[in-house]
Nanobody, 123 residues
Framework: QVQLVESGGGLVQAGGSLRLSCAAS????????MGWFRQAPGKEREFVAA?????????SYADSVKGRFTISRDNAKNTVYLQMNNLKPEDTAVYYC???????????????WGQGTQVTVSS
């Protein structure tokens, strides 16, 4: 069973930055695609970013975060990060880490999920 534990959420003013972390453990977790999704109150969960496990691998971002967010992973630590810069109030949501085998995808049908971490951006 793969377990994902997120950290790094919090309250920040618009224009500020936060870095989320997601530590993965369990069989084959180091070779899974890992992604970030978010869910704002009253809205559906949406894709944010994802990255394959390969050192030179595919990365995908939602249009709404391109140029502001960066996903990276440390395979030695089995951890994926989401660096969020120039945050906007509309980025406020619970952010979830996800992992699964197979190719990068933006659908929220990943098999493994973390518990979520709250990000609040004040205007």
């Amino acid at each position: 069973q793969v377990q994902l534990v997120e950290s790094g959420g919090g309250l920040v003013q618009a224009g500020g930055s936060l870095r989320l972390s997601c530590a993965a453990s369990g069989p084959s977790s180091s070779t899974m695609v890992m992604g970030w999704f978010r869910q704002a109150p009253g809205k559906e969960r949406e894709f944010v970013a994802a990255k394959s496990w390969r050192t030179i691998g595919s990365t995908s971002y939602a249009d709404s975060v391109k140029g502001r967010f960066t996903i990276s992973r440390d395979n030695a630590k089995n951890t994926v990060y989401l660096q969020m810069n120039n945050l906007k109030p509309e980025d406020t949501a619970v952010y979830y880490c996800a992992a699964d085998r197979g190719p990068i995808r933006t659908r929220d049908d990943y098999r493994y999920w973390g518990q979520g971490t709250q990000v609040t951006v004040s205007s």
